[in-house]
């Protein structure tokens, strides 16, 4: 090559990080090609494939011509039926024009983002987090601010510390409950405390982001605009990835009062238009149909998380909470950081991870990846075997440091 056109690339493409998880999922790929017998516990997405009814409807459609574009902000009978199921499912009360399918969650979130974040506007983030929202906040030239919380305080900080962290400038307060990385849930009585604190703040509104609803094993769903006085103060964020094991079919929601909603279109018309069609039709007879399959991962995803809890605990050093929602653990490594092994120090998680899949054979993700570095990430939407075969690696391999 002759013209270096990487002079050319603008500030935001260079400041965008592709993240750990496409790392590690490489370095899989890349120790496998070689031969390798690499167990991954990498990537959230259920191992499961879509529901019957759901890609028999997707079918029909294609048959039937729904094959072109959509409206920007979805197609009338799907932005009815995400309306009808949160007001019945989830107690909030919307509209179908509140609603706005994206191609995917992920970009949902980037609707969001854009639409009330620019520079100058900071936005909280509860550490650990799920990497996209650091990434759409400073992709969209805001300032991310970041509370931490630890394994003993089962990863929810308390309110006084977010409290500290509001500006005059914070927008924004992203909340993910079931959580990706952790797994946590939060209660009624903990929302309530952190509506109250949003009460005070006439110009905050929180990001619900609750892609996880249906992979809950305990306590109980709980959707943030649905308590009082809420509603104007929130964006709900939900999508079909992961319930209903369609992450390849890229469709999620927004839902948010109706100048953030028209506000969120007309960022996706710039950036992609509408979502497919015939999977939106798809997604009408995932919400509308039976949702047995739903619950039959979900149980098969509490027995693994079950098999993944004992498992850990099994292991001198490791620090894991309870996991009562998603398909993730979130043990803190810190006991394991600048132990030697041979004549190098591993101090930081990714150096763990990097250790773990090249001596071990088993795929992790490092916790700084979602903000919180003395930790790893662990996914079992992978089969019982393979848990099972990665636990076992772990131990041993956390062993050796010990
Ligand atoms: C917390 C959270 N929100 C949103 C998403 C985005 O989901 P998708 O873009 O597949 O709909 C994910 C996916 O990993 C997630 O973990």
Redesign the pocket.
Known sequence: MTFDTSKLLSPRANAADEGAIIRMSQKTRDLRAKGHDVVALTI?EPDFDTPENIRTAAKEAMDKGFTHYAPTAGMADLREAVAEKLRVENKLNYEAANIVLAN??????NNAVLSLIGPGDEAIMMAPY?V?YEGSVKFAGGKAVIVESTVAENYKPPIARIAAAITPATKLIFL?SP??PTGAVWSRAELEALAAEVRKHPNLMVLS?E??EYILFEGEMVSFGSLPGMLDRTIT?N????GFAM?GW???YAAAPLPVAVAMARMQSIISAGANQFVQKAAVAALKGPRDEVERMRKIYQQRRDMVLSGLRAIPGVKIGPIPGTFYAFPDVSAFLGKRVGNHVIDTSDQLCDWLLEQHGVTTVPGSAFGAPSSIRLSFAASEADIEKALARLKKGLGELA
Do not use: M
Request: glycine share 16%.
């Open positions: 959230g995917g969650a992920k970009q949902a979130v799920w996209s993910n959580s990706n982001d892609i996880y964020l999508g079909f990835s992961k992450t890229r469709l999620g």
